[in-house]
């Protein structure tokens, strides 16, 4: 099992470009994230969703659209790339048990760079 | 916001002494879990602890767990040079989602 892997690795884009982030599981996981780390601020949640076709708000979702068209991928779009955008992007995945989701199994994350 | 905070935010130790990382958080939660980040690298789930649970334990791994403080220890006994890292603790309050420190950056040095 390849386990959780994002594309692309690397990206710099100039202000006002827009891309998406592509996020694929292989483990049949209902729940999926997207997180930004930042230096010395930890991961803060950007959007999730808890079943194929359902995405919800994080902490920190201005900016950013999402996905979740088919249960193994999980998208995230930035429509008009800005410097505060520049980040490593981290996407995780959870299988659940009675609707709770369980640890979670993150990609090798996506550095992004905005210009 | 965050809602767990790591303390020490960095400690250097030996190769085979123990380290213990705490994290404190403000509200109720349902899981307390520990997260290790390797240098350019995604997390790796440690342990999860649920808010009835008092202490876990995974191989080298002891984690405990106090909701009457707030707060949560991570020990690594004999640690390597290998266990160099940065290391998470995330608070699950609603079930959906996780809140992450900022991390404790530890360095074993050999």
């Known amino acids: 099992n390849a386990g959780v892997t994002q594309t692309p690795k690397f990206r710099v884009l100039k202000t006002g470009q827009s891309m998406t982030l592509l996020c694929a599981q292989d483990?049949?996981?209902?729940?999926m994230y997207w997180y930004r780390q930042d230096p010395g601020m930890g991961l803060r949640l950007i959007h999730y969703?808890?079943?194929?076709?359902?995405?919800a708000k994080g902490e920190v979702p201005d900016g950013y659209n999402v996905s979740r068209l088919k249960k193994q991928n999980f998208l995230l779009g930035l429509e008009s790339a800005a410097p505060s955008q520049t980040s490593v992007y981290f996407c995780?995945?959870?299988?659940?048990?009675?609707?709770?989701?369980?640890?979670?199994?993150f990609g090798p994350g996506t550095r992004l760079t905005v210009t | 916001s965050q809602q767990g905070e790591e303390d020490p935010q960095a400690l250097s130790i030996q190769e085979g002494e123990n380290a213990t990382m705490n994290c404190s958080y403000k509200?109720?939660?349902?899981?307390l879990q520990w997260y290790r980040q390797n240098s350019g690298r995604g997390l790796v789930h440690l342990i999860l602890?649920?808010?009835?649970?008092r202490e876990k334990h995974s191989g080298r791994l002891r984690v405990t767990l106090d909701t009457s403080k707030k707060s949560s220890s991570l020990l690594i006994t004999a640690s390597r040079a290998a266990d160099t890292a940065s290391y998470f603790c995330?608070?699950?309050?609603?079930?959906?989602?996780?809140?992450f420190g900022a991390g404790t950056i530890l360095r074993v040095k050999s």
């Open positions: 995330a608070t699950d309050k609603d079930g959906n989602k996780l809140v």
């Open positions: 602890i649920r808010s009835n649970e």
């Open positions: 509200t109720s939660i349902n899981n």
């Open positions: 969703s808890v079943g194929e076709g359902t995405t």
């Open positions: 995780a995945s959870s299988y659940s048990w009675d609707f709770l989701p369980y640890e979670q199994y």
């Open positions: 483990m049949n996981h209902e729940y």
